[in-house]
């Protein structure tokens, strides 16, 4: 495909993309289908927002990260997430930290693999706090072609928690463009935790189209996506932006 190598080129693709396919916190995804990816001497700061426009009033949430590698295998990164539930003032929620081991690499195993650990502390007892493991996968192949796959396990604890497994699934399949950038699908697939896990519409599953890429030399990086509520219980419409400086 012979596009422009301008940034508003590709978010044109984006929109037409998006076009074509046809509520609670929670529910606000600033999420990521996250790569195994460590390397050695990074260190980056990140914007994510997250947009329900079909909500009245309208609902965002916001998270800022900063993160950092320990070595070639290892990094830590802090979380802090803010919510308007459209009422026209921000809430800090939860600090989240992570650590990351990516323990297969693509140069000697065929493809890259990790485990991501996380403490998320909630900020006030009307939202429980979490501890999670979370595994990565990712897989190269052809013309530039990618695939990610995670699967998320966690416990809550604190007040309002829940006694069973939290089970969530992500996927992400994208392909080159010009400049660098890349395009695709990717889905979400909260299935609630072991002791209920309900029927699919009781379930939160999500689908849509990104588009991503580098500029500023390298230096920054975003993604932009629109996922579509594929079960009930999911959010019609959830417009993400993730923005990414590196240092």
């Given at each position: 495909?012979?596009?422009?190598?301008?940034?508003?080129?590709?978010?044109?693709?984006?929109?037409?993309?998006?076009?074509?396919?046809?509520?609670?916190?929670?529910?606000?995804?600033?999420?990521?289908?996250?790569?195994?990816?460590?390397?050695?001497?990074?260190?980056?700061?990140?914007?994510?927002?997250?947009?329900?426009?079909?909500?009245?009033?309208?609902?965002?949430?916001?998270?800022?990260?900063y993160q950092q590698a320990i070595n070639e295998a290892w990094r830590w990164r802090v979380i802090g997430l803010f919510y308007d539930p459209g009422q026209g003032g921000a809430e800090f929620q939860y600090a989240r930290l992570e650590a990351q081991?990516?323990?297969?690499?693509?140069?000697?195993?065929?493809?890259?693999?990790?485990?991501?650990?996380?403490?998320?502390?909630?900020?006030?007892?009307?939202?429980?706090?979490?501890?999670?493991?979370?595994?990565?996968?990712?897989?190269?192949?052809?013309?530039?072609?990618?695939?990610?796959?995670?699967?998320?396990?966690?416990?809550?604890?604190?007040?309002?928690?829940?006694?069973?497994?939290?089970?969530?699934?992500?996927?992400?399949?994208?392909?080159?463009?010009?400049?660098?950038?890349?395009?695709?699908?990717?889905?979400?697939?909260?299935?609630?935790?072991?002791?209920?896990?309900?029927?699919?519409?009781?379930?939160?599953?999500?689908?849509?189209?990104?588009?991503?890429?580098?500029?500023?030399?390298?230096?920054?990086?975003?993604?932009?996506?629109?996922?579509?509520?594929?079960s009930d219980n999911a959010d019609d419409h959830d417009f993400r932006i993730h923005l990414i400086r590196s240092l």
């Amino acid at each position: 495909m012979n596009l422009s190598g301008s940034i508003f080129a590709k978010i044109n693709l984006f929109l037409i993309i998006s076009l074509g396919f046809s509520n609670a916190l929670s529910a606000l995804n600033t999420s990521s289908v996250f790569s195994p990816d460590v390397k050695a001497g990074e260190r980056a700061w990140e914007l994510r927002s997250s947009y329900l426009p079909d909500e009245s009033p309208a609902e965002w949430a916001q998270r800022l990260h900063y993160q950092q590698a320990i070595n070639e295998a290892w990094r830590w990164r802090v979380i802090g997430l803010f919510y308007d539930p459209g009422q026209g003032g921000a809430e800090f929620q939860y600090a989240r930290l992570e650590a990351q081991w990516q323990f297969r690499e693509n140069e000697t195993a065929g493809w890259d693999s990790g485990i991501r650990y996380e403490l998320q502390i909630a900020e006030n007892d009307n939202t429980p706090s979490r501890g999670r493991v979370a595994w990565t996968g990712k897989w190269n192949w052809g013309e530039g072609w990618e695939a990610r796959a995670n699967l998320l396990l966690g416990l809550q604890f604190g007040e309002r928690s829940h006694d069973g497994v939290l089970v969530e699934h992500r996927l992400q399949f994208t392909g080159p463009l010009a400049g660098g950038w890349r395009w695709g699908l990717e889905s979400f697939h909260d299935f609630n935790d072991s002791r209920a896990f309900g029927a699919f519409d009781d379930q939160e599953h999500q689908l849509g189209p990104i588009l991503k890429g580098k500029f500023g030399g390298g230096q920054w990086s975003v993604a932009t996506s629109w996922l579509v509520g594929i079960s009930d219980n999911a959010d019609d419409h959830d417009f993400r932006i993730h923005l990414i400086r590196s240092l």
